[in-house]
Each structure stands twice: as structure tokens, then as C-alpha cells.
């Protein structure tokens, strides 16, 4: 089975903080996400990843960051927080070809104050 | 603009009745579909996917429905059973181009 591990369950940052989020898996998958989670917004893409030190913005990467130096660690960097980044956030990964689902870990909830 | 829509936020349904879930796309070139199943405080699970050749996938309780001319998906779930409440996700993505289109959810209750 595909074990997707966020390092934090639960977080609670304040504002102007630098947050790192990170995200490890374990199947050797060449692609890694970044979502948020928002009432009534479903899941929101930020990053993606395809290689190592390859990167893509999704459709909402501002305010945030990412970095990927190895192929089973993807972060997730908010270089200064704010309370509009309170959410809830996943990190995925799924192979490179043909179709192929996503696998999530359970998420860090982030609380901004 | 979302690409990917589920326009009943909650569904509310009986033990042991059909479940039915319901998705809409924009996107024609979506050509992979897939739902997720979602409790709180975990991340989503891959429930079931169906590619753009067929109409139809089955895994047991679990039927995908691919209306293509409507744009339309629907995931089955009979019989429905407590332990399938859960808010469900359906997603949509273009053949390796890597980026996946969520829907907001619909929250199902499974009353006993």
C-alpha cells in the first residue's frame, strides 16, 4: 500500500510566521501535490511536482512555495503567514504514466491567529 | 471558474437503499474520472475510477457511471451501509497532464 506521511496532524503558526509543511512518501512516485481543503471549495490545487527540482503552480500558489531535492519529500513553504491560510492541507502523490490515481496522507490542519 | 461540480452539498439516505452522487464537468478533454471517500480529520481515499472509453466501472458495492455527451458521472452505492457516511469527492483530469480537478463535495449520511 502506498503510505503518503504529513509530518504534522495539527499546527498553530502565527502571523508573519515562515511555515514549512512536509510531506514523505514511500512508492517511488514521480508526481507529489500540494491541495488545500476549504468548506464548500473542495480541494484546491497550490504546487505540483513531477521530478525532482521540478515544479508547477497550481491555481492558487500564491503566498506559498515548495521545494522537492528528493524524489520522496516534497514541503510546502508559506513565507509569511496569514489568516487566510488557515485550512486544512494534503499532500499527494501518484505514478508519472497513463492513468493513475492520487494517494493522499491525513493532512495538517492549519490554524493561522 | 471550477471546471468540476457537485451541486448537492449533503445526501441523506437509509441503510440498506441506493446511494446516488452526483458530478458535473465543463471540460471535454477530461479523460480520467475518479471519487473519493473522505472522513474527518483523514485525507481522502480512492474510492473508484473510470476512463473516458468506458460508460461504466463496478468494484463491488461501488458503480461509476460516465454520461460523456452529458459531461455527467455518478457514482452508485448499493446498499448503502452506516460506515459510508463520509463526504465523497469525484475529480477529473486530462490524460498525463498530471493535474487533477476536484468537485466540493457531497456529504453523505447513511441513517440506520
Known amino acids: 500500500d502506498v503510505k503518503v506521511t504529513q509530518s504534522s496532524r495539527y499546527l498553530v503558526k502565527r502571523t508573519g510566521e515562515k511555515v514549512f509543511l512536509e510531506c514523505v512518501q514511500d512508492m517511488d512516485h514521480e508526481n507529489m501535490f500540494w491541495y488545500r481543503q476549504d468548506p464548500g471549495l473542495g480541494l484546491r490545487l497550490i504546487y505540483f511536482s513531477y521530478d525532482v527540482k521540478m515544479k508547477e503552480k497550481g491555481d492558487i500558489p500564491e503566498g506559498y512555495s515548495v521545494s522537492r531535492e528528493k524524489k520522496e519529500r516534497f514541503s510546502l513553504i508559506l513565507e509569511s503567514a496569514s489568516t487566510n491560510q488557515t485550512s486544512m492541507y494534503l499532500c499527494?502523490?501518484?505514478?508519472?504514466?497513463?492513468?493513475?490515481?492520487?494517494?493522499f496522507g491525513n493532512g495538517t490542519r492549519l490554524t493561522v491567529t | 471558474d471550477q471546471q468540476v461540480k457537485q451541486n448537492s452539498p449533503s445526501l441523506s439516505v437509509q441503510e440498506g437503499r441506493i446511494s446516488i452522487l452526483n458530478c458535473d464537468y465543463t471540460n471535454s478533454m477530461f479523460d480520467y474520472f475518479l471519487w473519493y471517500k473522505k472522513y474527518p480529520a483523514e485525507g481522502p481515499t480512492f474510492l473508484i475510477s473510470?476512463?473516458?472509453?468506458?460508460d461504466k466501472n463496478e468494484d463491488g458495492r461501488f458503480t461509476v457511471f460516465l454520461n460523456k455527451s452529458a459531461k455527467h458521472l455518478s457514482l452508485h452505492i448499493v446498499p448503502s451501509q452506516p460506515g459510508d457516511s463520509a463526504v465523497y469527492f469525484c475529480a477529473a483530469a486530462v490524460y498525463n497532464f498530471n493535474k487533477f480537478y476536484f468537485g466540493s463535495g457531497t456529504k453523505l449520511n447513511v441513517k440506520p
Open positions: 499527494a502523490s501518484s505514478q508519472h504514466v497513463g492513468h493513475s490515481p492520487l494517494h
Open positions: 473510470i476512463s473516458s472509453i468506458k
